[in-house]
DNA sequence: ATGACTGCAAATACTTTGCACATGT
DNA sequence: ACATGTGCAAAGTATTTGCAGTCAT
């Protein structure tokens, strides 16, 4: 996997704009989690990461995410207790993980039904997240499937 | 504070259900989660125990919650990766949580719009749990205010 | 007596941090 | 040269576990 000069582009502007720079190790990170469709663990990251640069550390791939986190190229989503999970799809939407699977999926969260879920609460209370987590099991899904 | 007479006997009777006894550690840690309304975590309710049972463990409040949790007696609320808060609440429910004052209410959540969300999955999913929790700031919520 | 429960201390899992060295401008 | 970034190893935090001793029936 090699970083595409569009993503390469993103990113570099990103990181200028919080007076960062840009590094092999950052591009490296991004290019994992910035095409990952599975939601990779910050160990799954790291595993990929070397696939790319052997050298890297975990600690400098934790490094990366904080930064990449910062400068709102990626999110993190949170099952219980389980490992941070990454993603690059910044839209408001839902997870669902499978117990069968322990795949995590993106579910696709309407603007009326977000805004309707806001109105849960007083008007005048200021909302900075919205987290929406389904759990359970997925038709058909394959016994520990990886992507 | 002790535990009524009542909720004794819901204790006893949920854990006479799957074989397990009542002590008198389980009675005080489900006195303490089942009275909160603060959505407490776990060296909170260690802490309150104590004032209870002073040579009550960590380990075991530990213990006690598993218990009260596979009995369905309380729930655990998870916000990022925070500590783990358990509640007494058991109805489906979506949660706030303050950042001026860290303290986490219950939003209540109409039936028709929780049934709206599992709808967000295709039908032939199972779904076993559905985890609604809000960030932001409340109107006029002290700073770090304690229930 | 037997099986279940407690509570200590150690282990675990994930993440963060301090710091010496490396790197880019 | 200077500020920033990397990567190792160590620390930290929340939780779990092994096990010897204790308790209830």
Redesign the interface.
């Known amino acids: 996997m090699q970083v595409s000069e569009e993503n390469q582009q993103t990113l570099t502007q990103a990181l200028d704009k919080l007076g960062l720079r840009s590094t092999r190790q950052r591009e490296v990170v991004y290019s994992v989690v910035g095409t990952a469709k599975d939601h990779p663990t910050a160990d799954e990251i790291f595993a990929r990461s070397r696939q790319q640069m052997p050298t890297i550390s975990l600690a400098t791939v934790y490094n990366c995410l904080e930064t990449l986190l910062e400068c709102e190229l990626i999110r993190?989503v949170?099952f219980?207790?389980e490992s941070?999970r990454y993603e690059p799809n910044l839209k408001p939407h839902?997870h669902?993980y499978c117990?069968k699977s322990g795949q995590v999926v993106d579910?696709?969260?309407p603007e009326d039904?977000y805004s309707?879920?806001?109105e849960?609460?007083?008007a005048?209370?200021?909302?900075?997240?919205?987290?929406?987590?389904?759990?359970?099991?997925?038709?058909n899904s394959p016994e520990n499937h990886q992507n």
Do not use: W
């Open positions: 993190q949170n219980e207790r941070t839902a669902f117990d579910v696709h969260l039904l309707r879920l806001t849960l609460l007083p005048s209370t200021s909302v900075s997240s919205v987290e929406l987590n389904f759990r359970g099991k997925l038709p």
